[in-house]
């Protein structure tokens, strides 16, 4: 399995970006998808989620009213609309797949450089 996450960038406060992640993988579309972030001197947490179908999305409280979560199965895609971002929202993202069987995201994109300006 093998997560390519893009999108990433410079932009302002109160700017939009959209991160996306290819998967290369048969069972896309079964399989659980979150994104992850990780800032300078904290632990890497996960801030949204997506379940195989689309039907079922977690956002984390931080991000709740700013960020959408969406994939397009026919493209092996999961996607993070970020909105009104704040220079809180700098971080490394990644996106992850779920292992079912294991139930733990064992699969992990390579990282994509957020950086908000105030």
């Known amino acids: 399995v093998q997560l390519q996450a893009s999108g990433g960038g410079l932009v302002q406060a109160g700017g939009s970006l959209r991160l996306s992640c290819v998967a290369s993988v048969r069972t896309f579309s079964s399989s659980g998808m979150g994104w992850f972030r990780q800032a300078p001197g904290k632990e890497r947490a996960v801030i949204a989620s997506?379940?195989?179908?689309?039907?079922?999305?977690f956002l984390a409280d931080s991000v709740k009213a700013r960020f959408t979560i969406s994939r397009d199965n026919t493209k092996n895609t999961v996607y993070l609309q970020m909105n009104s971002l704040k220079p809180e929202d700098t971080a490394v993202y990644f996106c992850a797949m779920l292992d079912p069987l294991k139930a733990s995201w064992s699969y992990w994109g390579q990282g994509t450089q957020v950086t908000v300006s105030s």
């Open positions: 997506i379940n195989g179908n689309g039907e079922r999305t």
